[in-house]
Every structure is written in structure tokens, then in C-alpha cells.
């Protein structure tokens, strides 16, 4: 099975495009392999993300594999930080396509064993293919020209998935999808993205960079309000919409999907608890820290 992921993406070289990206994001893109693959957010002073991101280390560049219309914000705000740094961006949304082969599926091609991080080729195609669960186990993200999709769809094992589909399983399995789930503007530790979440982007030994102030503070105090939790209800409701109990705003709910949503909901609330989203019930669920 396989899924097409709406998406943006830059593409960074220059001699300094290792360190210049490094020096942005949250997750350390220097102990990355060559190639390799690493999740990160770029966050804001108050340290609230403002894009999440999948860089690729490359040999010649840094792809950045961001939602869709996301790679144009990023790219300004990098571009505010390039002071003496030999760097370049260009942005390839317009040339690339991205789809996900479900986990179970392995297209032809991909190693296993291998890296996180693997080029080959593909139906005539040279595809780049990352290691990436959006599912509740890892399946594989691949990247290709535009103009090869129909021979590198044609190729593909199994049959199209729908992206609803996709994303019922990864609620489900308690993923957030930053982006398409409303969660800019919040604290990574709040969303799943710190080290035992289901997203980990987070590196609190890798040096300095936006927000990275707020994110060690957090680390030291351990004392983010909110975290990341699965709510269960018939919907549908929007991506965004308050979460409410006791007449309070107590967090806020990601897309509807399947049987309900990820979340962003304060700590007090206890497993089982009901609330109401955008005035329907829906009962908590406490997602289980990853090892």
C-alpha cells in the first residue's frame, strides 16, 4: 500500500549548508550519517514551532521535506539568518512528488538493513527514500522528479491508500502531523517531539539556535503544561478546535481522523476523561512513552 504525502521542500548547498541548517533546527544534523535522516522542528525565540521538518544529509546538499506550503515561510526565515554562511536555497516543490509505501510494503530497491537514508533507482528514476513512521511502524517515505510519477507509481507494491486513511492510522498509533494537525505555535515537549515522544526532533546537547534557551529550560524543569494525548469521538471536528471540560479551554484537538484526533491537552487531565471538542464529547486517551 502506498500514499501520496502533500508536500514542500528546499533544497540547501554550499559548503557551509551542514552547519548553516544545523544551526536552525532543533535536532543535531551534524552526528547525522552521510546520508542520513533527521526529524527537527525550526522553532521561534519563545521556542514554539513554527515548521517541522525531515532533513536529508546528502553528499552535494540538505533536502528539506516539509508539509505542504510550508517551504516558502521556511525558506524566508533561513534566508534572515544567512550573514556570511556559503549557502544556497532553492526551492523544489514544484519539481518533486513524495509518496509513503505503508509499513509491510517494501519497494524495490530499498534496503532493510540499510540506512535511514538510501538513493537508488527506481523505474528508470533515481528516488531518495527515508525510513519514516507515519503509520505506527516504520514504512518509507520516497521522493521523485514529478515528471517520473507515473512510472514510479506504476512500480510502487500494492495498491493506492487514500490520505485519510493514513492519517486514521496514525492517530491511531498517536502520531502528530505538526502541520495538518494545527500543532505551530506550540512547544515541541507539548506535541510529541521530545525524546520519549512519538516524534522525537529534539537534541539538548547539540549547541545553540532559535529557542534552544526555552528548550533547556524545559529540560531542566521538566515542566511543559500540556502533552500530546489521543482523543477518541465520533466528530468530525476541525483541526485546531478547543478542547473544553468543566467549561475550561483545556487544549486543543488535531485533525479528525478514524475515530478522533491526537491532541494537545494539559497534564491533569487523567486517561479516561471526558471532554468536549467544538461542543461534541470525546473521551481521553494517555499515549504511552516510547522507550
Same mark, same amino acid.
Given at each position: 500500500?502506498? $500514499?501520496?504525502?502533500p508536500?514542500?521542500?528546499?533544497?540547501?548547498?554550499?559548503?557551509?549548508?551542514?552547519?548553516?541548517?544545523? /544551526?536552525?533546527?532543533?535536532?543535531?544534523?551534524?552526528?547525522?550519517?552521510?546520508?542520513?535522516?533527521?526529524?527537527?522542528?525550526f522553532?521561534? @525565540?519563545?521556542?514554539?514551532?513554527?515548521?517541522?521538518?525531515?532533513?536529508?544529509?546528502?553528499?552535494?546538499?540538505?533536502? +528539506?521535506h516539509?508539509d505542504a506550503?510550508?517551504?516558502?515561510?521556511?525558506?524566508?526565515?533561513?534566508?534572515?539568518?544567512?550573514?556570511?554562511?556559503? @549557502?544556497?536555497?532553492?526551492?523544489?516543490?514544484?519539481?518533486?512528488?513524495? @509518496?509513503?509505501v505503508?509499513?509491510?510494503?517494501?519497494?524495490?530497491?530499498?534496503?532493510a538493513?540499510? /540506512?535511514?537514508?538510501?538513493?537508488?533507482? +527506481?523505474?528508470?528514476?533515481t528516488?531518495?527514500?527515508?525510513?519514516?513512521?507515519?503509520?505506527?511502524?516504520?514504512?518509507?517515505?520516497?521522493?521523485?522528479?514529478a515528471?517520473?510519477?507515473?512510472?514510479v507509481?506504476?512500480?510502487?507494491?500494492?495498491?493506492?491508500?487514500?490520505?485519510?486513511?493514513?492519517?486514521?492510522?496514525?492517530?491511531?498509533?498517536?502520531?502528530?502531523?505538526?502541520?495538518?494537525d494545527?500543532?505551530?505555535?506550540?512547544?515541541?515537549?507539548?506535541v510529541? +517531539?521530545?525524546?520519549?515522544?512519538?516524534?522525537?526532533?529534539?537534541?539538548?546537547?547539540?549547541?545553540?539556535?532559535?529557542?534552544q534557551?526555552?528548550?533547556?529550560?524545559?529540560?531542566?524543569?521538566?515542566?511543559?503544561?500540556? &502533552?500530546?494525548?489521543?482523543?477518541?469521538g465520533?466528530?468530525?471536528?476541525?483541526?485546531g478546535?478547543?478542547?473544553?471540560?468543566?467549561?475550561?479551554?483545556?487544549?486543543?484537538?488535531?485533525? &479528525?481522523?478514524?475515530?478522533?484526533?491526537?491532541?494537545? +491537552?494539559?497534564?491533569?487531565?487523567?486517561?479516561?476523561?471526558?471532554?468536549? @471538542?467544538?461542543?461534541?464529547?470525546? $473521551?481521553?486517551?494517555l499515549?504511552?512513552? &516510547?522507550?
Amino acid at each position: 500500500m502506498w $500514499t501520496r504525502i502533500p508536500s514542500s521542500s528546499l533544497r540547501v548547498t554550499g559548503a557551509d549548508r551542514v552547519d548553516f541548517v544545523h /544551526g536552525q533546527m532543533t535536532n543535531n544534523l551534524r552526528a547525522a550519517p552521510t546520508p542520513g535522516l533527521v526529524p527537527c522542528a525550526f522553532l521561534n @525565540v519563545r521556542g514554539q514551532i513554527e515548521q517541522f521538518a525531515r532533513a536529508y544529509r546528502r553528499e552535494q546538499d540538505v533536502y +528539506l521535506h516539509l508539509d505542504a506550503d510550508q517551504a516558502g515561510a521556511l525558506a524566508a526565515r533561513l534566508r534572515r539568518y544567512i550573514i556570511f554562511d556559503q @549557502v544556497e536555497m532553492q526551492d523544489v516543490t514544484d519539481e518533486l512528488r513524495t @509518496v509513503h509505501v505503508w509499513p509491510g510494503a517494501v519497494p524495490s530497491g530499498w534496503q532493510a538493513d540499510g /540506512g535511514d537514508a538510501q538513493t537508488f533507482e +527506481l523505474a528508470g528514476s533515481t528516488v531518495l527514500a527515508g525510513r519514516v513512521n507515519r503509520a505506527g511502524a516504520a514504512g518509507v517515505d520516497l521522493h521523485y522528479l514529478a515528471r517520473h510519477e507515473d512510472a514510479v507509481l506504476a512500480a510502487l507494491p500494492g495498491t493506492e491508500v487514500p490520505l485519510a486513511e493514513l492519517d486514521a492510522a496514525r492517530v491511531q498509533a498517536g502520531i502528530p502531523d505538526i502541520t495538518r494537525d494545527a500543532l505551530t505555535g506550540t512547544l515541541p515537549q507539548e506535541v510529541g +517531539l521530545d525524546l520519549n515522544g512519538p516524534l522525537p526532533s529534539i537534541s539538548y546537547r547539540k549547541g545553540c539556535y532559535v529557542g534552544q534557551e526555552i528548550m533547556a529550560r524545559l529540560e531542566a524543569r521538566g515542566n511543559a503544561r500540556y &502533552h500530546l494525548v489521543r482523543l477518541t469521538g465520533a466528530g468530525p471536528w476541525e483541526a485546531g478546535a478547543e478542547i473544553t471540560a468543566d467549561g475550561k479551554v483545556v487544549g486543543q484537538a488535531g485533525l &479528525h481522523a478514524g475515530s478522533g484526533s491526537v491532541a494537545r +491537552l494539559r497534564k491533569e487531565l487523567a486517561d479516561g476523561a471526558g471532554v468536549q @471538542v467544538a461542543g461534541q464529547p470525546a $473521551t481521553v486517551q494517555l499515549i504511552a512513552a &516510547h522507550a
